[in-house]
C-alpha cells in the first residue's frame, strides 16, 4: 500500500468521525398547547416552559375564531395576561422563530377589544436584553409573527391594549430551535477510536509491505 492509497482509508475516517462530532441540527418545536387545557401558573410543553406572570395566569383554552362568513376554526390557544418562556433545562438557549398572537376580548363593559401591542422582552445568551413592539391588527384571528431571536435563555409577553391598559392576549405556535453549544474538544472515546482507527490502516500497510 503506497501512500496515496493509505491515505483515502485515513480521509475517510477522519471524515466519519467529523461527521459524528458535528452537532446535529435540531428541529423546531411548536408549542401549540393542545396538551392539557386548563389554568396554570406555570405550563410546559416539548421542552419549554411558560411562567404566568400572576397566579394560575395562563389558561389553556379552546378559541373559535369566524374567518369571514362561513369559515370557523377551532384551536387550542393559551390566554394570559404574560408570562416568561424559558427552556426548561438550565440554560438551554433557543431561537426563537414565529409566533401566533390575538388579543381579542371582551372587556368588562361587554365592549369587544382588538390591537395593541404586545411586548417582546428578551434576554440573549450573552446576558444582553431587548424589546420589542408587536403590533396587532384590528382584524379577528391569531396573527403570524415570524422572528430571528435568539440565542436566548428567556422571553417575556405582555401586551396593552389600545387605551393603553394592561391587556389578556391569546398565544399560539411558538415555534423555536434549541442552540446546541458548541463542543471545543473532540471527546476521549472519538480521539481513542481516532488512534485506533489510525493504528489499524498503518499496521495492514505495515503488512502488504511484509
Ligand atoms: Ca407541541
Ligand atoms: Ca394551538
Known amino acids: 500500500m503506497n501512500h496515496s492509497q493509505l491515505a483515502k482509508p485515513i480521509a475517510a475516517l477522519v471524515m466519519a468521525l467529523g461527521a459524528g462530532l458535528a452537532q446535529a441540527d435540531s428541529t423546531p418545536v411548536n408549542l401549540d398547547f393542545t396538551g392539557t387545557t386548563g389554568s396554570f401558573s406555570s405550563y410546559l410543553e416539548d421542552g419549554y416552559q411558560l411562567t404566568a406572570a400572576t397566579a394560575n395566569g395562563l389558561t389553556s383554552t ?32 433557543f431561537r426563537l422563530t414565529s409566533l401566533d398572537l390575538d388579543n381579542q376580548y371582551t372587556n368588562a363593559n361587554g365592549n369587544k377589544i382588538f390591537g395593541g401591542t404586545v411586548t417582546l422582552a428578551y434576554t440573549l445568551a450573552d446576558g444582553v436584553t431587548g424589546k420589542t413592539a408587536l403590533t396587532l391588527d384590528s ?60 493504528g489499524v490502516v498503518a499496521t495492514l500497510a505495515r503488512r502488504r509491505r511484509a
Open 62 to 93: 379552546v378559541y373559535t375564531q369566524k374567518v369571514g362568513k362561513t369559515t370557523t376554526v377551532t384551536n387550542v390557544t393559551m390566554l394570559t395576561s404574560g408570562f416568561t418562556f424559558s427552556s426548561a433545562t438550565p440554560k438551554g438557549e
Open 139 to 198: 382584524g379577528l384571528g391569531l396573527q403570524n409573527f415570524s422572528e430571528s431571536l435568539g440565542p436566548l435563555l428567556s422571553f417575556t409577553l405582555t401586551a396593552i391594549d389600545t387605551k393603553n391598559k394592561s391587556a389578556p392576549f391569546q398565544v399560539d405556535n411558538i415555534t423555536v430551535q434549541s442552540v446546541p453549544q458548541a463542543t471545543a474538544v473532540p471527546e476521549p472515546g472519538a480521539l481513542a477510536l481516532l488512534v485506533a482507527g489510525v
